[in-house]
Structure formats: C-alpha cells, structure tokens
C-alpha cells in the first residue's frame, strides 16, 4: 500500500520551468507535512512529559510502587495511594465486559450471520449510534433513571445471595461500582460490538458455506466456524473494551457514589481512576492533591497505552494469520 | 406430495432447529437490549428538555449565577461549544490531514513514529489528553481559558481525522494514483487536486465524526477551559460549553430548575452531535451507494 | 459469445433429455436415449426445469432445462461465465446463500422440488451434498473432527463407537484412511491440497447424502491428487449420483457419463446448449458451437 510512495517518477517532458516549478512545489509541500507531522509528534511527546514532571512531587514523596499500591487517600493528611481507584477501575471495567461481551458477540453474529441482508447495515448504524451519545448524557440518564430503577434489582441480590458472599451484600445506596460498569457496558457495546463485527464479516465465505451446505444450522456457523476462527479478533475486541471503560469519565462520575475507600461489595459507592480525577480536581486545594491527581491521570495513561498495545498487537498478528492462512 | 417432501428430505430433528432458533432469538433479543438505552435516552431527554428547547431565550440568554434560580439559558455554553470545537477543528484537520498524507506519500521513521503516536493517542482516555494540556498550557499559562480546551479538543479530534483520511487515501485506486504522475503532474498537486478530491466525502465523514465526538466531550474541559458562568468570547479567558453546563446542573439535580436546565441543555447538545454524525455517516452511505451502482 | 440470439432455445430443442418429459422418462424408450445409455436402467435422479438464477439484477444463469441420470457421473463444461457452478449451487440451494442471488424454475429430486417452501434448505443439502472448488476443511479442527462434523450438525449417529465407525468408513471411502489414520488428531489444514480436498470429500460422504455436486474439485490440485480424486469419483458411482463441475474437458471425457455444454449468452446469461452422452457429445456434438468447444477453437 505505501508502495505509491515508491511509483517511480514518470519522464517528465514539460518544460525546464515548470518542471523547476513542480519541483519547488514538492519540496515546499513535503516541508510543510513533515513540519506538521513533526510537530504534532514534539507537541504531544512534550505534553505526555510534562505531565509526568508535574506528577513527580507524588512519585517522589510516596515512591511509584508506594503510590500505586498505597490504599489510602486522605488529601487533608498529605497521603496518597491510587490501589482504590485502581481497583475501582478494574471492578467497573471487569463488570461492563461481562455484561456486554456476550451482548455485543450476539449483535455481531445477528449483523454476520443472522440478519436479511438488506437490514444489516441500518440495524449496524443503530447499534454504533450508541457510541455518538456524549457521556455526559449517559451519566445524566444513568443518575436519574438508571440509578434509582437498579436499586431494587441491587436490594434483591443483596439481601439473597449478599447475604454468603459480602462481595454481593448490602448496604445498596443505588451508587455503586455496580451502576458504573452497566453504564459502562451500554457504553462499550458499540465499540466491542463493531470491532467483532468487522471480524466475524472477514469470515473466509467458504468455511461459511461448508458448513451450510453440510446441512449445518446458522447455529453451526456460528459455532464451528466464525467463533473459533474469529477467536483472536474476538479477543483484541474485548481487550480493546476494556481500555474504553478504563477511561470512560464523566458518565461513571455521576453514578459510581464517589468515595475515596475500597468498598467491599460490588454495590458500594466508590471511585475509578478517571472518574476521582474529574471529581476532585477542581476543588483539590490540599498540599500535593492536584499533584496527585495528575499522577493518577499518568497511572491511567500507562495502564491505556499497556491495553491498548496489547489489543492492537492482538489484532495485527490475527489479521497477519488471516492473511497466510487461507 | 408434503408427505413425500418428508421422506426425501427428512427436516432437521425438532433438538436442532429449537437450538437455532434459541440462537437467533437470543442475537435478537441482544441487539433489543442494546438499543434499549438509545431509545430510553433519548426518550427521556426529549420528553424532559424539549420545553426548554422550545423558548427562544434558552438559546439567547445566559445562565443565572445561582443554579437554583429559574429562567436563563445556556446561551454562553453553546456559544462556548461552538467556539472552541470550531477552534479545535481548525487545529486538528490541517494537522491531521497533514500526518495521513505524509504517512502515505513520504513515510519513512517520521511517519510511522507519527503513526504510533496517533495510535496511541486514539486509545487514550480523553481525561488524559485534559491532564496532558492541563500540565502544559494551563499551568504555563497561569489560567484556564478556552484556548487550552480547544487545543485538547484538537486532540481528542486528531486521531479520527488522521485515521480515516489515511484509510481513504490508500483506496485511492492505483491506475488513478499512476495515471496522475504519468500527466507530470507534480506530487503536491497530484495529492491536493486528484487524491483528496476522490477521497473528499470520506475525508468530510472523518472530520464530521471527530467534531461530533469533540463536541460531546467533557472530562478533557474540567482541566483546560474549566467552565464560566457568563458569557464570553475571548479565547483566553475560562469557557463555558455545554456538557461542562450540564455536568455541573446534573451535579444539583436536587433543583428541578437545574435539572430543567441539563435536560435542555442535554437534548440541544444530542441535536448538535446525531446531527454531525448522521451528515457524515450519510456522506459516506451516498458515496457507497454511488460505487455499487457503477 | 458468436451465437445468434436465437440459439439457447434451437440448440435446447436439440437435447434430448430436454425434450423428454416425465412421462417419457417413464418410458424411457427415446430413439437418442438408446444410444446414449442403456435404456432399460435410466433412472433419473434430478430433474430441472426453465431454471434462471440472478445475483441482484444479473441474470447468470437463462432458462436450464435438464435431466440428471442417477448412479451415473454427470459432466457440466462450459467456458467461465457460463453459469456452471451456479447451476450446480442451485441444486442443492446453495445459491440463494449469497446476498441477493435468487432463482425461479423448478429443481426437483425423485418428483419432490427442493424449491417447495414446506422444504428445508438444510435438508436438501443434508441429501445433495457439494464439495467446493477449494479444499475447505475447518481450519480449527482435527481430522477426525472435520468428518464427523456433518454427522454432529445433523445427528446421524448416537455414541462414540458409531461416529468412529463412520469417520474410518468415510475415509476409507474417500482414499485417504491409510494416509491419515496414524494422525487423525491433527489439524485438517496440515494435510497437502490433494489430501485436503479428499478430506472434504470424505466430510461430504459423512453426510450419507445421495448426490454429490462437485464444483471444479480438482482445479486447485496437482495432476497426481487429480487422477487420485477422479479414480475415487468412479468408485463412489456405484453408491450416489455424481454432477461434476469442471473446465477441463480431459476431466470430463475420462470420468463422466453425461456431459452437458454450457455457454454464455449474448446478455452474459449462461444456458445450457446441449446435453448428451459423452462419448456422443465429444466425438458427434449436434452444435456447431459444442463442437467448436470441445474441439478447442474457443472458450
């Protein structure tokens, strides 16, 4: 593909000044993208440095382990640890990919395998509408509606199955890290949903034929062919949730309860990496706590870079093995 | 005749087909409960700003200092809004068009270097990218302004415009590309005369959808343009926009008045964002449909 | 490509199991018919009728109308683009898997339309079985899986014992258990082209169906596993009635019974020209263009 750049240059057979002219033009054109491209590369390169030099007073005090493993943040006796947001960011993260993975593999088979033809891609644009409501919205939604319709759902596994596993058990104030990953979900679907789509569809069209012309259910697609041939994709797919949901702020903010501790139970209010930062920034007034919450944004920009890495490392090397095997 | 169908064709066993159907049942039944949020979203926000919307002063007027005043509007959000995402694309189109071409047309260590770095930058929560501005501008600077949320909004931006200007790009067929250098034509005019043109509704959508995923956007402006209760078009001094608007309202949602207010604020902002997206998503529709029917 | 407009239904005239009608199959007396086979066991296995196909709004495939004998290797050849392996995707349903293909006209299958609406497609391909151009053996399983895989899909048969029974019967069938039976466990894409595309005969045997399409099963196979595949379609006679697909007009001489020449229209529509013996078709083609064809001067 970037063999365009390589196309031999053509004889030319205008005439020395314009020649001369095109000439100029290439180079003054080529000065100005690699002066862009470069710049844009210093800039954001300078931005990501800066960010770590002002999260270094933390780094210093409380040492990088100290700081990511500390469980206590207490802003008004100058102590910072990031493991409950940490944790935080995980539960949440780990709940919305259990709730719309299997959601998104099923819209993705309904939008590959199942679906008349013609209904595809409008049912597809409907599902990707999802991800062009703004967060905010989301979590203005999830406050006043979600929240409150989920508490008897919550009080329900509460005072059931809470009642052996703390990890389920009460108190229920509606908040949680339980509302957060279902915001979360609804949130994630449509990125997990497209990514599996786009992976499903590049099933090689005979596998899929075999199987029906074997007398094979739809069913039988799915399961002896798409998933297991998609299994990589599917994968990079989830991975790549998972760093969505990381960072996804404004919308888990306003429904994850906000409290600096470690809850217990998946229905106690808490705080994600993201969603502390935006909390207490524009009120951190305490020694180091702006500080703080910087190095936490640098906390959650290696964890996005690590997930992020790992899910196109995934991708690349299943569609490289797409390509050699058959 | 349906008896011998039975015997020549013996159906599939009744196990089966109920295992098939249970399958297609449940993907319907997946793609239901997804939409589910879509339309109760957007139900609700309608049902619940739309009255805001429809008197002229929520446009035209400005918020009370006290949220649980009544009567105002949003007008320096939206003002804010459209400001600083047109300041924004400003920034990130030319650049980001700028790295698609280079990466196509030159390449080399810079490009991919660049790549990566976009990459990167399309998987970074956009807290981060407010952090990285934060750090950079609004600390050197001194203040939150509008400027420094622009600048963040250019680069939540970037990587949608880069990424799919770039995959448009290398559609571009190669008896095109060829035949343009074969006229003598020059590189730079080759690109910015034949490539970009073909590619063009393409390139629109990607920026349509960047604006659109900028506009929505809300984390990266608590640190760069902070928000401003009164209405202002300097660039340099703190600004206001609309989901910060409806953030900090749904905040003291306890008020129905701030409540009313995120409500309407909410249903203009998903008026503006569907609105961007679907022009774009439509572009590309036009252009698809346009190819097959060749 | 050079016939008049008029030509698919003169030439159509000419095929005498077109112009047999079931009445007459019954009989099974016609003057031609002798000839080319022996009269007394003509057994006809698929009966086609005035079938069209389209892809969208391409119509591929213009009016087919033909007989298919049973227990006999039936030869479709024809130049590319004329609408061979849409035919034979027709037969067992196969086409209407394709977004926006369609057909109209009858296909039918000891008197039963496959196209009846009361019909599974899944039971007609549980019946009519295909083996594609390309060996497609599920990448993502073994051996042993990709041949009980159709037993699974459809439950042939109940317990272990049975389904070894019937993957060692099948790939005896299929020329490949001595090749394969140390490593059954291995995956279906370590095999070579030949073996791959024996496997997926094999997995189409498994099916138990009664007629078997093949669409070019030798075009992506070296000379040694073709003369391989086609020593087994003569073996496999016996048992089912066999259509073949191919380009290679050898191929068709050596294996088959019946050959029918296809040719694309003048609105780019394949349809059937004649239909005959082979040895008939090959060494006396009552069309020009058949005999144009088969002699090498196109296509």
Redesign the interface.
Known sequence: MTQSAEVPEPPRLDLGGLRRRGWTGDLTFRAILSTLTLGITVVLGVMMVESFISASPVYQKFGIIGFITGSTWAPSFTVYGAWAFIYGTFLTSLIALVIAVPVSVLIALLLTELAPARLRAPLGIAVDLLAAVPSVVYGLWGLLVLVPAMRPLEQAIAGTLGRVVPFFGPPTPGSSYFAAGVILAVMIVPIVSAVTREVFASTPRLQREAVLALGGTRWDVARTVTLPIGRAGLLAAVVLGLGRAMGETIAVTMVIGNSDNIGKSIFSPGFTLASVIANEFNEATETLHPEALIALGTVLLVMSVLVNGAAIAIRNRFTGGSRSGF | MASDAVVVFAPTSRWRRRKANLFAFLAAFAFVLALIPLVAVFGYIFVNGIHSLLSVDFLIQDPPADLSATGGGVRNALIGTLEMTGLASLIAVPIGLAVAIFAIEVGGGLARGARFLIDVLAGLPSIVVGIFVYASVVVTQGHFSGLAGSLALAIVMLPVVTVSAEEILRLTPRPIAEGARALGLARWRAVLSVFVPIGLSGIVTGILLGVSRAIGETAPLIFTSLGNNFFTLDINQPMQALPLLIYRNALNSGFATARDRAFGAALLLIIIVFGFNLVGRWLTARRRLAGSSR | MTAPSDQPRATMSLSPATLQGLEARAAAVDESDVTATQADDVDLAITVRDLSAWYGARRVIRDVSMDIRANAITAIIGPSGSGKSTLLRCL?R?HE?V??ARSSGTVS????D?Y?P??????????I??V?Q?P?P????SIYDNVA??AR???LVKGKAAQDELVERCLRQAALWDEVKDKLGHGG?SLSGGQQQRL?IA??LA?QPKVLLMDEPCSALDPIATLQVEELMSTLKADYTIIIVTHNMQQASRVSDVTAFFNMGEDRAGYLVESDATRTLFTNPKNQLTEDYVSGRFG
Do not use: K, S
């Not at chain 3, 299958?109 to 039963?112: K, L, P």
């Not at chain 3, 599920?138 to 399983?141: A, E, K, L, S, V």
């Open positions: 067992d196969m898997v977004p926006g299958y000891q008197g039963v496959i009846d009361r019909i599974e497609p899944a039971a007609v391909r549980r019946t079985g295909m594609f390309q497609n599920f990448p993502t399983m895989a159709p899909f459809n439950g894409t997926c997995r189409t099916l």
